[in-house]
C-alpha cells in the first residue's frame, strides 16, 4: 500500500498536488490525504492527471465535498472487505425481487435511444462534471486495491436510507467498471458519479442499465425508458435522498 506524503510522490511524477493532510483512516487502516482544489475544469484536470498513476501510487483519486466523510469515524469497525459477486448479478437478482412483488413490472415508454443521445457533439465527461461539480473542491487520495472498493473503504453512507453499504456499492461498482469502464470520479452527500469511458450505444444495453440504476438507485424518473439517455452518457452520477 502506498506510504508517505502523496504530494512528494506526485511532484517527483511531475503531477503537482495541493497541501495534503490526513482526514482520516480507511477500514483497513490506511491513511486518506485530501487536498482543496479548485471545482470544475480544474478538478477533473487533477483527478485525470493522478488518476493515470494509480498503478504505481495504489492512490485512487476521488473528488469530495465536505459532507461526503459523514461516517468515515466509524471506519474502523467495518465488515471484511466485499470479495464475492464479482459480476454483481447475485445482488440484481436480489434487488429485482424485492421490486417485483408478485410479478409486478416496471413502468416503459416508446422512448428509444436515438442518435442524439449518443452522439454528444464533443461534450465529454469533463464538460459534464463542470456542470454539476460545483460544490467538489477537494481531491481525496484513497489507498485501495481497485477504485470500485473505494465506497466500502471509506465506510460511506449516502445511502443508508436505502440500507445499502459498502458492499453493495462494491459490487455494482466493479460490474460496471466490467462493463463499461465506470470508474468512481466523486462521491458526495448522498451521490456516487462514475465517468463511463465506453457507455451503451444500443437501446437493449442502454435498457438493460438503465433497468440496473432503477434498481441500484431509484432515480426518480417514471419510466425506464426516460433513464436511457442517462446511461448512454460519460458521466453517471447517481444519487440517494
Known sequence: MPEGDPAQVFGALGVPLPEMRVIGRTVAGQPIWSGEVEPGYPAA?????????????????VLTEPRTFDGLEEATSAAPPPIGEPDGVRWLDRAYAAATPEGADFPRSPRPLTSDDIDHA??????AWAVVGDDFAALT????????????????????NYDLGGADHAAMLRRWAGHWQAELLALGLDTITLRVATPPRTDPDALAVALEHHLYCHQGVETLDNLKPQTAAPLWQLWWD
Open 45 to 61: 484536470d487533477l483527478w485525470t492527471a493522478t488518476r493515470e498513476w494509480f498503478p504505481g501510487t495504489g492512490w485512487w483519486p
Open 122 to 127: 464533443g461534450f465529454d465527461w469533463a464538460d
Open 141 to 160: 487520495l484513497v489507498p485501495a486495491p481497485a477504485p470500485w472498493l473505494v465506497p466500502y473503504l471509506l465506510n460511506w453512507w449516502g445511502a443508508c
